[in-house]
């Protein structure tokens, strides 16, 4: 657990995101779950009340530990919506909330993996869009550091702007997920180039099927 960051205002959230997990400031609210998200809120490694213009705004800053990210899943999930809630990340605010819920409840399952990276990481194979009759071909094969890129990489890999690293962390950016804590681009890399699968005389539907000409 990160060591507590003493808060007073939005603004002194929004720093103290830095190096945490995450930073939530919402107002009151008329839902039914507004009470019980202010004292989940009281839960979070450091809580102020702060008052801008004439709101009254509850200041959450939530530690990278399980039980502090279970509590921020809950509070983000239900305040996301509510007008005037801020979410800060990183030491900025998120403009939009385009899957912070989901980041967040991934980052939560990644802590119950016995190894974080057999969770996070996935290999991504791309395969030729002309497969023939007779072959198939494998452009590569790459190494990525966040599951939740899956759909994103084949852009990357195929059109390639400023660099495998810069790409990719783009891509986290487009996709919502690039500040979590386990994303790191740098990781991210080719792990074999180019291939070739004969199919031995056999259509690709009777390799997949096993059926005979």
């Known amino acids: 657990m990160n060591s ?28 039914r779950n507004y009470r019980a998200m202010v004292e989940l809120a009281q839960k979070a490694q450091s809580y102020c009340e702060a008052t801008l213009g004439d709101k009254v705004f509850h200041c959450a800053v939530f530690g990278r530990d399980r039980t502090q990210a279970s509590t921020a899943v809950m ?3 239900a305040v996301q919506d509510w007008k005037g809630t801020q979410i800060f990340v990183n030491g900025r ?3 939009r909330f385009y899957n912070v819920e989901k980041t967040l409840r991934c980052y939560l399952d990644s ?5 974080t990276k057999a969770h996070c990481h996935f290999i991504y194979t791309d395969v030729a869009d002309d497969i023939s009759m007779m072959k198939i071909t494998r452009n590569g094969k790459y190494h990525v550091p966040c599951r939740m890129l899956e759909g994103f990489v084949r852009e990357v890999v195929r059109n390639p702007i400023s660099g495998p690293e810069a790409d990719i962390q ?3 950016i487009r996709r919502g997920c690039f500040w979590c804590p386990n994303f790191n681009p740098k990781e991210f890399r080719q792990t074999s180039g180019r291939e070739e699968f004969n199919l031995g005389g056999k259509t690709l539907l009777q390799m997949i099927t096993g059926r005979k000409r």
Not at 4 to 29: C, M
Not at 111 to 115: G, K, N, R, S, Y
């Open 4 to 31: 507590p960051v003493r808060i007073t205002s939005i603004e002194e959230s929004k720093a103290a995101s830095q190096g945490n997990l995450i930073a939530v400031a919402f107002p009151k609210s008329s839902s």
């Open 75 to 77: 509070v983000v999930a």
């Open 170 to 172: 783009a891509a986290s």
């Open 93 to 95: 605010p998120l403009e």
């Open 111 to 115: 802590l119950d993996a016995i190894e």
